[in-house]
């Protein structure tokens, strides 16, 4: 790639089949792009991807789109294609430590938006965030960044009375024990 | 990344199955506390104590909430006691137990254990003076554990060391008679002791360890008896070798998360980290059993021919497990079966499917020995000698550690029902089928021999 490079943040939301991934991909390659960023998930039978990638040359939006869509005449698909500008991506300047939050328990409405909105008065970013049933309980696991400055004890006692309207049991735990409970490899490697 | 399943896995076991953090346990070298006043002896012990230990409970709560693990005890081990009475008295020996348990009590820490004394081999002055003194010490300290070694492999068993300690512990017994004899619950005896032992009463600072180090006790028989409820609901006629298959996993598991947590406050205290160790310690509380995994594993009255095949494996996979989950793995690490200290155990005793013989058999494939036994108080302090030379000696002759903690109960029999509460536990005296008839071997005093160690069929 050339010493410049242009980045694009794309995505693509349509019905579940096989081939999707090897469309978008053959679409943008075939554009110039090369596709550096990945993530992808099914939920609700849709397919939902986002790929960054970047380009030589600077590329019209929604000409690039527009190629994209080309490729899914087919289907009914959403897509949107970003510029990727790293000085609009606001950092916070704090240390943080990565978290995995549970709740287990009976589902009802309003779980997602008292947690969302303890947390963002927190200031604990929430990465990602996912529920799914098994038998009848709901069961959210998400990946929260805590800033190391928080008490906590404090965060945990809070975020206990913030769910404590719903019938669920939830937990904050650094993502750790997690790691060392279920991969192989010394100990020291994920406390250093 | 970690998958969604690892993550619900690792919660069940910590929120469901009592996984936790049995002890963090600090061991502390008291030798350059040796005064020729022990006074000034005392005065060191306390200081060095407050200066490694102060933020030990601290460090462990953080931890705690930081990884939602329960760190259920936080105790201290220290370097033998009997190094610190050479040249004393009994009157000395309890200002220095005094010291130890004022000073437990000032870090915050419920037991402490090393008024030890190494005796294999012979009996030095200040290990005389620390065991006659061991009925008074018991009785007059809340914290303060003992234990005293009687027997290694390579040295045989000290017969004569044996003869004081069966009088010591009916004496301490007796000493505590308004506790039904608790004090010998704090007093335990071993061949091969382990120098690195985190769990209590047995823990000390071996002579080969740093001047403070950190050692872990993971427990969790909750979480193995659930792994294998699991499996048998998914494939009931799994067999034993499966079943050891999936002990192992387990165990590898539980014991990451102990070497976790005691990597970490050693690293947080500035000292050394030792072990994890990975022993399958049950409480009275149902659901945290080792004998609900003997039930689990298809022994349905435990006690029944079979029990110590099953011991024996569990022991093996636990063991297996630990090893690959960690190259720090060390005291006793296998199952515990104490006996007053688990529901199941103490109602096989109680149903009488659960004799002290069978549990001699037992504890040659358990990770430790005869350990919680009640007595009847008017057992002969020769009889509990008889009881402790066959323990050594399974312990000698199989190259492990055996620990006998046997407490008679003052004033009551055979079959009595005796509660100690909280995690000492409850449960029925029992009697060797014999209860005479050994006195003259014992009496004879002297020491058995070290065991050959070639011709080894």
Same mark, same amino acid.
């Given at each position: ?106 589902? !009802?409405?309003?779980?997602? &938006?008292? %947690?969302?909105?303890? *947390? $963002? =008065?927190?200031?604990?970013?929430? #990465? ?19 800033? !190391?400055?928080?008490?906590? &004890?404090? %965060?945990?006692?809070? *975020? $206990? =009375?913030?769910?404590?309207?719903? #019938? ?25 | ?457």
């Amino acid at each position: 790639m050339a010493e410049k490079t242009y980045r694009y943040i794309i995505t693509l939301i349509l019905p579940d089949r096989i081939g999707i991934l090897k469309d978008i991909t053959t679409a943008v390659a075939d554009a110039a792009g090369n596709i550096d960023a990945i993530s992808q998930t099914i939920l609700a039978d849709y397919f939902t991807v986002t790929l960054t990638s970047s380009f030589e040359k600077k590329q019209d939006k929604e000409l690039l789109k527009q190629t994209i869509c080309d490729s899914f005449t087919k289907d009914v698909a959403s897509v949107i294609v970003l510029e990727h500008n790293a000085s609009s991506i606001k950092k916070a300047n704090t240390r943080v430590e990565r978290y995995i939050v549970t709740l287990i328990g009976r589902d !009802s409405p309003g779980i997602i &938006k008292a %947690i969302t909105t303890y *947390f $963002a =008065a927190k200031n604990v970013n929430i #990465e990602d965030w996912s529920i799914k049933y098994e038998k009848a309980q709901v069961i959210h696991i998400g990946e929260v960044t805590i800033p !190391s400055q928080l008490d906590l &004890k404090q %965060i945990q006692a809070e *975020f $206990a =009375a913030a769910i404590s309207q719903f #019938e669920l049991k939830g937990t904050i735990q650094n993502e750790i024990i997690f790691r060392v409970t279920n991969e192989v490899g010394s100990i020291r490697n994920f406390i250093t | 990344m970690i998958r969604q399943t690892e993550i619900l896995s690792t919660v069940r076991m910590l929120q469901d199955e009592n996984l936790d953090v049995r002890t963090v346990t600090m061991g502390i070298n008291l030798l350059d506390c040796a005064d020729s006043d022990i006074k000034n002896t005392a005065v060191k012990v306390k200081a060095k104590i407050m200066l490694k230990a102060g933020n030990l409970v601290r460090t462990c709560e953080e931890l705690s909430t930081k990884y939602g693990i329960n760190v259920v005890n936080k105790r201290l081990s220290v370097s033998p006691a009997s190094n610190l009475l050479e040249g004393k008295t009994k009157s000395d020996a309890l200002v220095l137990a005094h010291a130890l348990d004022d000073a437990a009590a000032a870090v915050g820490i419920d037991l402490i254990g090393g008024f030890s004394a190494l005796v294999q081999k012979g009996i030095t002055p200040g290990e005389r003076v620390l065991m006659e003194s061991l009925p008074e010490v018991l009785s007059n300290t809340q914290r303060l554990c003992s234990s005293i070694n009687v027997a290694t492999t390579k040295a045989g068993i000290n017969v004569d060391a044996v003869k004081i300690v069966g009088d010591i512990i009916k004496k301490t017994a007796n000493a505590t008679s308004s506790d039904l004899g608790f004090g010998a619950a704090k007093l335990v005896v071993f061949a091969n002791i382990p120098e690195d032992s985190p769990f209590m009463a047995g823990a000390y600072t071996g002579s080969g360890e740093p001047d403070c180090v950190i050692n872990v006790g993971v427990s969790g028989p909750g979480v193995v008896k659930r792994a294998i409820d699991r499996l048998l609901e998914k494939y009931p006629d799994s067999s034993l070798d499966e079943i050891a298959e999936e002990v192992k996993h387990t165990a590898f598991r539980v014991t990451r998360t102990g070497e976790l947590i005691g990597r970490e406050v050693a690293e947080r205290l500035g000292v050394q980290f030792g072990v994890v160790d990975l022993s399958l310690a049950p409480t009275p509380k149902v659901g945290d059993s080792i004998g609900e995994i003997y039930q689990a594993m298809g022994i349905k009255n435990i006690g029944a021919p079979g029990t110590t095949a099953a011991v024996a494996l569990l022991n093996d996979a636990v063991k297996k497990g630990g090893a690959f989950a960690s190259s720090s793995v060390g005291g006793l690490s296998g199952a515990f079966i104490p006996v007053m200290e688990d529901h199941a155990l103490a109602q096989a005793v109680e149903n009488g499917y659960l004799t002290l013989e069978k549990l001699e058999a037992m504890t040659a494939v358990c990770s430790v020995g005869l350990d919680m036994i009640l007595l009847p108080g008017d057992i002969q302090a020769e009889t509990i000698c008889g009881i402790i030379l066959d323990e050594a000696a399974i312990g000698v002759s199989s190259r492990k550690t055996t620990g006998i903690r046997v407490i008679p109960v003052p004033g009551k029999k055979h079959g009595e029902y005796v509660d100690f509460g909280g995690l000492f536990g409850s449960g029925t005296i029992m009697a060797p089928n014999c209860m005479d008839g050994s006195e003259i071997f014992v009496n004879r005093g002297g020491h058995i021999p070290a065991p050959i160690q070639s011709l080894t069929n």
